[in-house]
């Protein structure tokens, strides 16, 4: 078992930054690559960006490229995505995964085996 927290969310004006953080426990963390993903109401869970499990290799959705950057301490069980340059349409609950059978993130939802509960993320125009 995984248990996976999110921590940081909140409300943040257009152009500001947040950093979320997502605490795991349960298994040695750098076993699994990790995801993030965001969801509003009334879409489908939308991938953001992971990192592999060392660290050395991440990917984003494009819409967040050059925005977003995710990291991984392995020491502390912990990923961080943080967020600069806000926009509006980036207001979701924000959610981290756990993938304990690949090298590398993948970008389905179903591919990953545990999940946070999630996090608000609210910028404001």
């Known amino acids: 078992q995984v248990q996976l927290v999110e921590f940081g969310g909140g409300l943040v004006q257009a152009g500001g930054s947040l950093r979320l953080s997502c605490a795991a426990s349960g298994r040695t963390f750098s076993n699994y690559a990790m995801g993030w993903f965001r969801q509003t109401p009334g879409k489908e869970r939308e991938f953001v960006g992971g990192?592999?499990?060392?660290?050395?290799?991440?990917n984003y959705v494009d819409s967040v490229k050059g925005r977003f950057t995710i990291s991984r301490d392995n020491a502390k069980n912990t990923v961080y995505l943080q967020m600069n340059s806000l926009k509006p349409e980036d207001t979701a609950v924000y959610y981290c995964?756990?993938?304990?059978?690949?090298?590398?993130?993948?970008?389905?939802?179903?591919?990953?085996?545990?999940w946070g509960q999630g996090t608000q993320v609210t910028v404001s125009s």
């Open positions: 990192i592999s499990r060392s660290g050395s290799t991440t």
């Open positions: 995964a756990a993938d304990l059978s690949r090298t590398y993130p993948p970008i389905a939802t179903t591919a990953y085996d545990y």
